[in-house]
């Protein structure tokens, strides 16, 4: 499958060799890329590419994502600039502000100047690989002949920017390789996307030829559909929790099943704020029901305009491995991409 437009992404949560195993099981499979976030305290996630870099052929590989309040610049740039030596080739670097709820809370960490802050880390990095030495000057960031002490073998490594911002979103247009849009199939969600991605192309006088939009969907396969979706219930509370409201508007959850969701969680009424959520609300943010299902709604994620599709798979790794088979035994086989 040379031309398989699948990724796949997952939560590092079992010890390495697992982590290793699984990525090795979705490059026997045919999918295309394999990303790891940076956006929890699990183990480090360059660290555990290095290692599934050292013990993979094929597969291609991505940090998605990781973000310049966490790391300065010239340390995610001497992180990917390893990880594609190691890998030969193979690594995508993901950028994007970051888990604001669940990271840069708890570090004490505000999220301001969202965008100047990418547009900044991506200028710094992307002149690091090129082995240039850098001088910059920012409201965030400032080197003084800072360089790397080595020579990456690709100084134009792929960047994607992760968002479901509007102004995010028009900067990967603007300068990013392709973009990360998380849970954006429904509604007007990719078109919305789309159109702020051709609205940064057009300021910068770039060609969009070769860009790569991500759909990066949650996806459970299963013909026990009311099951699966109550058991996503609590992931919807904190998907609406986090928000922003109008982009979970825009993929067409219900603003009032909004207002009730957050009004419970204030007044620390969790099980009302998951009685609030409908089935709908579910299918609106992930890809969820049988093997036909999933395939009718990749079809129409595709004619929308993504390029290629990341499955987000979580739960014990033993369903990542299921979910990662039914894709491509089920799924697949019912495209026509």
Not at 220 to 238: F, G, H, L
Request: glycine share 10%; with cysteine; hydrophobic share 45%.
């Amino acid at each position: 499958m040379d031309d398989f437009p699948f990724d796949f992404a997952f939560v590092p949560a079992g010890p390495p060799s697992e982590v290793i195993d699984l990525v090795r099981f979705g490059e026997a499979l045919g999918y295309r890329r394999a990303w790891i976030p940076d956006q929890t305290f699990h183990r480090d996630p360059f660290a555990l590419l290095s290692l599934v870099a050292a013990n993979t052929e094929r597969i291609q590989l991505g940090l998605g994502i990781t973000s310049p309040f966490t790391r300065l610049p010239v340390q995610i740039a001497r992180g990917a600039a390893t990880v594609d030596e190691i890998s030969g080739g193979r690594f995508s670097l993901g950028l994007g502000a970051g888990n604001a709820a669940h990271v840069l809370a708890p570090l004490g960490i505000p999220l301001e100047r969202a965008v100047g802050r990418l547009r900044d880390a991506m200028t710094i990095i992307r002149q690091l690989l090129r082995g240039e030495r850098v001088d910059f000057e920012g409201e965030d960031d400032r080197l003084r002949g800072v360089a790397l002490d080595f020579t990456p073998i690709r100084p134009a490594l792929p960047i994607y920017l992760g968002t479901r911002g509007a102004k995010t979103m028009a900067l990967a247009g603007e300068i990013a390789d392709g973009v990360l849009l998380e849970s954006l199939f429904h509604g007007d969600g990719l078109p919305f996307a789309l159109a702020n991605i051709r609205r940064g192309a057009e300021r910068a006088g770039r060609s969009l030829e070769g860009f790569d939009t991500v759909a990066w969907q949650m996806v459970r396969i299963t013909d026990d559909v009311e099951s699966a979706i109550a058991a996503q219930k609590p992931w919807m509370v904190r998907k609406i929790r986090v928000g922003p409201a109008d982009a979970l508007e825009r993929i067409g959850i219900d603003p009032a099943v909004i207002v009730t969701v957050n009004a419970c969680l204030d007044a620390g009424e969790e099980a009302a704020a998951l009685e609030a959520i409908t089935p709908e609300t579910v299918r609106c943010a992930m890809l969820i029901g049988s093997a036909e299902m999933v395939a009718e709604e990749v079809q129409r994620i595709f004619a929308k305009g993504a390029q290629s599709v990341c499955l987000m798979t979580f739960g014990p790794m033993a369903e990542l491995r299921t979910t990662l088979q039914q894709f491509v035994a089920d799924v697949y086989p019912r495209l026509t991409v």
